[in-house]
């Protein structure tokens, strides 16, 4: 409608507008950040070591042209059929940086920190502290911030050799091992996150491999082929970190225990003894509330952790659903259990002074006041905090069979 | 020696050749000459003087058409009179029958439901031309035009470019009269005005507005009046002529006015309170004011069930997003930021291009022009053809090309499935602005990474806001925002759904859907079988 404005006047107005559209993608990235994504060299895994005078970074490096082929056909001839799809590369450096392009030199693409998914830090530097490996991580502008980080008992490199057939690509089988949700995982943005206040504690899944021998063979024919299990790099337990330093660890069992007091037990078992005899339940869910209390100048904390279960196996005996006090009473023993387990975490975490459970995060926000006079002191008091865990555990599903098959007569 | 013989003959014959050329040239500029003294010239009331100055412009000495006929009819009571038609454009039955016996009864008037009287000497040429019977009388009026067209044309048939499952099985044709008729069948209303025009400096076409007076909204039928008035072209063949002259914004990529070939749309459409345009000759129907959710939205929508045509509705929206952005996406995210892919995804994509001797960008582009090619040429060559050429296109894009090599096997999904989304678009002309923009989005992509697909996106959508088809926000009722208008727009609410609908035209929109007719069982009746 109304007067038709001429066509240059027209465009005059617009382009302006348009030219400097067009300059924010220009200062955003450009052309320079251009790379063909058979020119990138995937890092799926890293481990980082300490060595004299500096690091020695080892990666597994992906080899996409020797991935399985999908459906057989397409060009390249296909995968190489078997064996791990990926190449390790070891470099030293003063920094991880230097190591980090001195690598850079060895291969013809170009090293790519955004699918880095597994970081392992070797127990020599662990101990020394990990600040500067999660400064490097996390200071990379490529490197997304979901990277879980781990530490190896013992040296991280071997780790990054060791290739169970499970998967193309090594390293997904320990990310895949780590997204059942047993282990405290930590990610680089978390663990930056923790290193910023001195003196706070965390755990970070621990790695071992474990090189179990050949299977027994069959008893009934001698000629069967003996099935060698491949070594695999398996979670194992926790490290304990106060202030970025490794100060302990935990075992599978006390870390499933601290774990508990962070509210993240469900989806393991639980095997209990019931009359003599053992019975697994399944978590299902479990729930927790923790509260801080401040009694003038004495702190302690609340830990309510409620479950639901299943039960999974029983092995022999009386189990009645219609008795719901024999199912009271196998919550009540569950209970003692998890609480137990949880004490146990607790004592061996008190003992190192590392309270990986963020008590004092608590505090800091409840208690604000309080936490600005003692935060420099908390992990001694840590070592004597008074912690009151309570376990309410409920069996809610006696599981597809409802009474035990072997009734005893 | 022969050529010698015949040399004179020769030169004889180039002489004759220019003469003719010239006199040639003198006719048709005395035929210009004389069409240009024919404009705005009345008939002089003399049948004889009349008849032989149509006969000079329909080509007169040496020239005249050879479909012209004329005869000298006695008018009884008015003395002599001339009968000329194009007998190309005439049904002899209606004119010995009718018309011949009309005359003879002294009823021309009264004789056919057309007896237009003209005064003009262009008009009674130009409707000569449309297939009238002149007939030159002494006195006044000077001529009648008789009705008595009779041609071939094509007949009703089903809609071939937007079909549905359900609902009227009518498509325009490119008689206008049909085209009308068609209309107004789905109409039925009084007030339906079909308002004509005649457009075309050197091939005079009708063209016909429509609107409800009393729904449409003055302003909106003064406005496109004013439009169809400015129209100056020597010829106007199609609507796609009216559209391009009565835009809002001459530069768009995006159409401002609907393209549709189903007279139950049209009608629909008026029924909202939108104007139709019908041109002579066109087998479509430009529908204006229309927004940007017009053309995502077919006539199935309202023919079947409202659950599946929200649906839909909803599916199209992603769809011509889909078919805008995933080949730019694809190429952004490969090129610059294979850290938005899953893990293993990102991997497995690396090792489908390992063969490929391309960057992405360039694989994508010639993937892409590859599929417009093979589209183009589909479009061009005769039906019986087009198995061959899709045999021969899915054979060299799908198997050649992909197992030498040359393109991956992701490209080939990426821009297949842009292909399938962009013709799920009901409307042929928004797929193909979209189809256009991915080509920009697409280059955006391969300079810039995501940030220049968002940039270009930005653009875009600043661009809708701004765009207006007939004065009507092209975003609307989204933006601005009505609430109420949205009941027909991302969704297709039931039909009983009282309210006013759609509120597009508000304030003038005038037409309610009554409250109280959401169906529901028979109060208290349990059972059809009453207890006995």
């Known amino acids: 409608m109304g007067g038709e404005p001429e066509p240059g006047k027209r465009w005059r107005g617009r382009l302006g507008p348009l030219l400097l559209a067009l300059a924010v993608p220009f200062l955003a990235g450009g ?66 940086a230097e190591a980090a392009s001195r690598m850079d030199e060895q291969v013809a693409s170009r090293l790519f920190w955004g699918q880095t998914r597994l ?272 376990v309410r555990a409920v069996v809610r599903s006696p599981g597809r069979l409802v009474e035990s098959l072997q009734l005893p007569r | 020696m022969a050529s010698e013989r015949f040399a004179p003959l020769r030169r004889e014959v180039t002489r004759l050749h220019q003469l003719s050329d010239l006199a040639n040239e003198a006719a048709s500029l005395e035929l210009s000459l004389l069409w240009e003294l024919s404009r705005h010239r009345r008939l002089s009331g003399h049948p004889d003087l009349d008849a032989r100055l149509i006969r000079t412009l329909m080509g007169g000495r040496g020239h005249l058409t050879a479909d012209y006929a004329e005869r000298t009819v006695r008018l009884p009571g008015r003395g002599r009179g001339r009968l000329i038609w194009l007998s190309s454009m005439v049904e002899t039955k209606i004119l010995d029958s009718q018309i011949f016996g009309a005359i003879s009864r002294a009823h ?34 000077p001529a009648l035009a008789l009705a008595a067209r009779g041609y071939e044309h094509r007949q009703v048939g089903d809609p071939q470019k937007e079909t549905s ?49 009393g729904l449409t909204h003055d302003p909106l039928v003064n406005e496109m009046r004013r439009r169809l008035r400015s129209i100056r072209l020597p010829q106007i063949l199609d609507v796609r002529y009216i559209e391009e002259l009565a835009a809002d914004d001459p530069y768009t990529i995006f159409p401002t006015a609907l393209f549709t070939e189903r007279p139950d749309t049209v009608a629909a459409a008026l029924n909202e309170g939108r104007l139709a345009v019908l041109v002579e000759g066109s087998p479509d129907a430009l529908v204006l004011p229309v927004t940007f959710w017009s053309f995502l939205q077919a ?3 309202y023919y079947s069930s409202y659950w599946i045509a929200s649906f839909l509705r909803l599916l199209r929206i992603g769809l011509a997003l889909l078919a805008l952005v995933f080949p730019a996406l694809y190429i952004a995210v490969i090129v610059f930021h294979p850290e938005m892919l899953p893990g293993i995804l990102a991997f497995y994509l690396a090792r489908t291009r390992v063969s490929v001797p391309f960057p992405a960008v360039v694989e994508a582009f010639l993937m892409e022009l590859a599929f417009e090619t093979l589209r183009e040429a589909g479009t061009h060559l ?116 009282p309210g006013r609908r759609p509120r597009l035209l508000e304030p003038y929109w005038k037409v309610e859907v009554p409250r109280g007719q959401r169906p529901h069982p028979p109060a208290g009746a349990g059972t059809f079988h009453s207890p006995r």
């Not at chain 2, 107004?184 to 076409?205: I, K, M, N, Q, S």
């Open chain 1, 119 to 390: 970081l392992i830090v070797g127990q020599a530097l662990a101990r020394r502290g990990i600040g500067e490996v999660v400064d490097f991580l996390v200071r990379n502008r490529e490197s997304r911030l979901r990277t879980d980080l781990l530490v190896a008992r013992g040296e991280a490199a071997p780790l990054m050799a060791v290739a169970p057939p499970y998967r193309d690509i090594p390293a997904d089988n320990i990310y895949q091992e780590l997204r059942k949700n047993l282990a405290p995982r930590l990610r680089a943005f978390e663990a930056a996150i923790r290193l910023r206040e001195a003196g706070r504690g965390f755990l970070m899944p621990a790695l071992a491999v474990t090189r179990p021998g050949p299977s027994p063979a069959s008893p009934s024919t001698g000629a069967e082929r003996r099935v060698t299990l491949p070594a695999n790099p398996a979670l194992d337990g926790a490290g304990v970190f106060v202030g970025g330093k490794l100060v302990g660890w935990l075992d599978g069992r006390l870390t499933r225990g601290a774990l508990w007091l962070e509210g993240l037990g469900s989806g393991g078992t639980i095997t209990l003894p019931y009359r003599g005899r053992p019975l697994s339940v399944l978590v299902e869910r479990a729930q927790v509330r923790r509260r801080v209390l401040l009694a003038g100048e004495r702190p302690s904390v609340r830990v309510d952790i409620e479950v639901d279960d299943t039960i999974q196996e029983v092995h022999e005996g009386e189990l009645d659903p219609g008795r719901p006090e024999l199912l009271r009473q196998l919550g009540e023993s569950l209970a003692r259990e998890i609480r137990g387990r949880a004490l146990a975490a607790l004592a061996a975490t008190r003992r190192m002074g590392a309270d990986v459970y963020d008590f004092g995060r608590l505090f800091a926000g409840r208690q604000p006041a309080y936490w600005r006079r003692v935060y420099t002191r908390w992990p001694q008091i840590f070592r004597s905090l008074p912690v009151e865990i309570r």
């Open chain 2, 108 to 141: 021309v008037e009264g004789h056919a439901a057309e007896a237009k009287p003209v005064k003009a000497v262009d008009e009674a040429v130009r409707l000569l031309g449309e297939g009238r019977v002149l007939l030159l009388m002494p006195g006044q009026p």
């Open chain 2, 382 to 497: 005769p039906p019986k053809l087009s198995t061959s050429l899709s045999v021969v296109g899915a054979l060299v894009i799908g198997q050649a090309v992909v197992s030498s090599g040359l393109v991956s096997w992701p490209m080939v999904v990426v821009v297949s499935v842009t292909a399938i989304a962009n013709f799920a678009l009901p409307s042929w002309e928004m797929a193909t602005s979209v189809r256009l923009l991915r080509f920009a989005l697409m280059v955006l992509a391969a300079l810039f990474g995501v940030p220049g697909v968002l940039v270009g996106l930005a653009l875009i959508l600043g661009h809708l806001c701004g765009l207006r088809s007939l004065g009507i926000p092209y975003l609307a009722p989204l933006a601005p925002l009505t609430p109420h208008g949205l009941g027909d727009t991302l969704l297709r609410l039931p039909h009983w759904v």
């Open chain 2, 165 to 213: 499952m359900r609902g009227s099985r009518e498509a325009f044709v490119e008689d206008l009269a049909t085209n009308v008729s068609l209309v107004r069948r789905r109409v039925l209303d009084p007030r339906l005005r079909v308002e004509p025009f005649v457009l075309g400096e050197f091939r005079a076409t009708e063209v016909r507005l429509l609107w409800i007076q």
């Open chain 2, 299 to 301: 006539a199935d929508d």
């Open chain 1, 31 to 96: 052309c320079w950040d251009r790379v063909e994504i058979i020119d990138r060299g995937f890092i799926a895994a890293a481990a980082v070591d300490a060595v004299p005078g500096g690091y020695r970074l080892t990666v597994q490096l992906v080899l996409p042209q020797s991935l399985p082929s999908p459906g057989g056909g397409g060009a390249g001839g296909g995968g190489a059929g078997g064996g791990p799809s990926v190449a390790v590369l070891s470099a030293t450096g003063a920094t991880l």
